[in-house]
């Protein structure tokens, strides 16, 4: 139905013309679903733009033809595409809410679509617009017509996405990361919920995805995509069983996924032995009770309710959950850029829960007890150079300066594999894999006892994430650290951590080995969670 | 909408003690100024005894909280005192002349906004195109000229080598009469009475000064209309508006423009803002009888109960403006007022 014959796609920028897509052909055939898998700058969300032609301004086709249902899209007039944007082709976006006109209730956003494109008359739209809300499985559709995205949960805004996108019964739909950004549950929820309207009205679908795992479990036939080409095409399980480019091979092993271990995430050339770390029997870090309640509009928030737990020296704890759990408002309290409402935290046997937030910078504990942050872009100043970003916890809080200093600082790099010459660049000249060390860096410059680790590959791509990960695993057979790793990726703990904790609304509710916990699940939470990590096909040989 | 009017019940409240600060501040401030009142109105030739007496009729000898309470316990009476330069109440004045100055400030600024925000859009949509440096260029012009000489400019070109303006005197040329007052707007009282020919006389007037504020105010308002709408435009819910085949009209001013309205808002409310600030000039070169003109003669000559009213009445009008503001915010984005 979709066919794309040598599209190639230019963007003009001021350091010249940059090849985003350099000739690629693709079909997708009625009711098939096509998943193009590829990691950033790979071209794949820039070939679905093309197709749509909504490439933003510096964008161009240079070469190639679309066809789409006999319909040549690339000489199709502007008004025309207009009447094929979203009754023939839709898509679907990742960061649903920002995806929504932030002003404009939902219902009328879908009414908007409905009358553009004649299906509905401004009498019935809204009734049509509710009927669209129901078949995204709205709950009580008509009371969430009226609603702004603001007051929708983020799965709830994704369904209204589709919603907008499926109003029109189009035969194609692009689905571009549409999970990125929600939980797992969610991811699930709205991906199988895509699936079956998708099966249900015979629709075609390209689903666009970084995630291997994702794209081997709903779609029929995945192409890989790489610097603007197509590398591979095949089933799912033929890509993971036998991937036969070396580009496939890595992104498979790179994918975190059950009976793989650490090491076998990286191309097999750089593997070396997993080091081994020591965890000792002395509790490093003792939670009790830790509870903490926010004042909100209506009667208290209680955000976290009561939990205890330990760390031991050397030991590595994974903390799982999903949005609205309390895992960051734990792992924040921890750190002590929070106050807990009650509870204790003995660090070392010290309670350094009486310490507050605001003074605990002077602690002598503080250097022992270091975080490495989610976004490792919006965590560095973009003022500051990667050199100066590690020393400033030195200067800070070690009183190091001049040479001493410096001399640490190239040590580090050293240590977390960043090359000498990318200290002296600004966070915006260095790539995200770049800018995970430097914030790994920082933190471990003071040679913590502790390191928090929130989400700390939830930004990068999986052959990145499989280095950051492994890197963090040698530092810790180095230096000795415990880990406190929060995380939603249950595959990515399964790897790293030797002991887990599952919280849910506040509460754990699942806690143990990591083996036991994921191998054999006692909450029908945690099962939930571990059904719900979509799991590729397993690999004959890694 | 509970909650919406709840919060503009709050945003009234609070405008109560910034109100009371006016008070004493503007209070403290003309008695700080330098210059004694009682002295110059005593005249040049006067003794030692008659200004004392003078003195001792303005009130001025007493101690400073004594003065202070008679003159809030003559506010709550709605009393401003009486002007020393023009021997009429403040009230009756500010009453008369405020109007004037809304009146052009206004009508300058719905001139500005009208080829600003077009001008605007225009530029977002097409940038880095000759529209947008003509657009550019234009609008720097205007803010790079002093209204004083725009508005000569203006009545050297369009009074004395055209002819096509009214002499600049005034809100009204003398062969009219001025319309019944109502509001104290010329052109809403004269609209009211059904008395076209002063309207259109009124509107004469009214042009060569509002074109000169308006000149001088397009620049902030076309820039932050352009900003406002490039990076609404660049938002993630205009490519799915897009993708879902929305007409450009629509995408265009359905989504973008209604998001983009926030930034142009709070401009619009700074640069009303400072233009009653700069209408002085243009008062002064048009011979328009605004509060700006009037506050300026009363300090030259230590007014102390005039520039005590003008400060008052400029501070009210500053707290409604905020408040107006305020509204519209909650008016056009509904996450407001809820959060």
Known sequence: ?542 | MAPRSRMILGRMAQAIPVVMGVVVISFLLTRALPGDPAAYFAGPAADEASIAQIREELGLDKPLFQQFIYYVSDLSRGDLGTSLTTGQSVLSDLAARLPASLELTLAALLLSCAIAIPLGVLAATRPGTWVDHLCRVLVTAGVSMPTFFTGILLIYVFYYLAGVAPSPLGRLDFIYLSPPHVTGFYLIDAALAGDWETWGGALKQLVLPATTLALFTLAPIARMTRAAMLSALSSDFIRTARAAGLTNRKVLYGYAFRNALLPVVTTLGMVFSFTLGANVLVERVFAWPGIGSYAVEALVVSDYAAVQGFVLAMALLFVALNLVIDIAYALIDPRIGLK
Do not use: W
Request: net charge neutral; glycine share 8%; with cysteine.
């Open chain 1, 1 to 542: 139905m979709l066919s794309i014959k040598d599209l190639a796609v230019t963007f003009k920028t001021r350091k010249g013309e940059v090849d985003a897509v350099r000739g690629i052909s693709l079909d997708v055939g009625k009711g098939e679903t096509l998943g193009i898998v590829g990691e950033s700058g790979s071209g794949k969300s820039v070939t679905s733009y093309a197709l749509m032609r909504i490439l933003d301004a510096g964008g161009e086709i240079r070469a190639g033809d679309v066809t789409f249902g006999g319909i040549d899209l690339r000489a199709a007039s502007e008004r025309d595409m207009r009447d094929i944007r979203g009754r023939e082709v839709s898509m679907i976006f990742q960061n649903p809410r920002a995806a929504l006109n932030p002003i404009r209730r939902v219902g009328h956003q879908i009414k908007d679509v409905l009358i553009r494109h004649a299906q509905a008359t401004r009498q019935n739209a809204k009734q049509k617009a509710i009927a669209a809300l129901e078949a995204v499985r709205v709950n009580d559709a008509a009371a969430r017509y009226d609603a702004y995205p603001f007051e929708l949960s983020g799965g709830m805004c994704q369904r209204v996405v589709i919603a907008i996108a499926l109003a029109c019964n189009p035969q194609l739909l692009i689905a571009d990361e549409p999970t990125t950004g929600l939980d797992i549950t969610t991811q699930k929820a709205v991906m199988d919920l895509v699936g079956d309207l998708a099966a249900a009205r015979g629709m075609s679908m390209i689903l666009i995805t970084h995630d291997l795992g994702l794209a081997s479990q709903y779609a029929d036939r995945i192409v890989v995509m790489k610097d603007g080409r197509i590398v591979e095409d095949g089933t799912p399980e033929t890509l993971f069983t036998d991937p036969q480019h070396p580009y496939t091979q890595k992104l498979v092993n790179a994918t975190p996924r059950i009976g793989a271990s650490i090491r076998s995430l990286l191309p097999a050339e750089i593997r070396t032995a997993e080091p081994v770390h020591k965890v000792h029997d002395r509790p490093l870090l003792d939670v009790r009770d830790l509870v903490k309640t926010y004042p909100g509009k209506s009667g208290p928030v209680h955000a976290v309710k009561g939990v205890s737990f330990q760390i031991k020296a050397g030991q590595s704890l994974g903390l799982v959950g999903e949005s609205g759990s309390g895992k960051s408002t734990t792992s924040e309290m921890i750190v002590r850029l929070q106050d807990p409402t009650s509870g204790h935290i003995l660090f070392d046997g010290q309670d350094i829960a009486a310490t507050p937030a605001a003074r605990f910078m002077r602690h002598p504990v503080r250097r022992d007890i270091q975080m490495v942050f989610q976004d490792a872009t919006d965590s560095l100043n973009p003022r500051d150079t990667a050199a100066s970003a590690i020393a400033e916890p030195m200067s800070r809080i070690a009183g190091l300066s001049g040479a001493k200093r410096r001399d640490r600082v190239a040590e580090l790099a050293e240590l977390v594999g960043l090359p000498q010459p990318l200290l002296s660049r600004f966070p915006h000249q260095l790539s995200g894999g770049q800018k995970a060390r430097v914030g790994i860096a920082r933190a471990i410059a003071l040679e913590p006892k502790l390191l928090i680790l929130d989400e700390p590959t939830a930004a990068l791509d999986v052959s990145i994430q499989a280095i950051v990960l492994n890197l963090l695993v040698d530092l810790r057979a180095r230096m000795g650290m415990s880990y406190l790793f929060v995380s939603h990726d249950l595959n990515v703990v399964r790897l790293l951590c030797d002991e887990v904790l599952v919280m849910k609304e506040g509460e754990i509710v699942d806690q143990g080995p990591t083996a036991d916990v994921m191998g054999a699940p006692k909450h029908p939470y945690t099962r939930a969670l571990i059904d719900a990590a979509p799991q590729p096909p397993r690999p004959v040989a890694a």
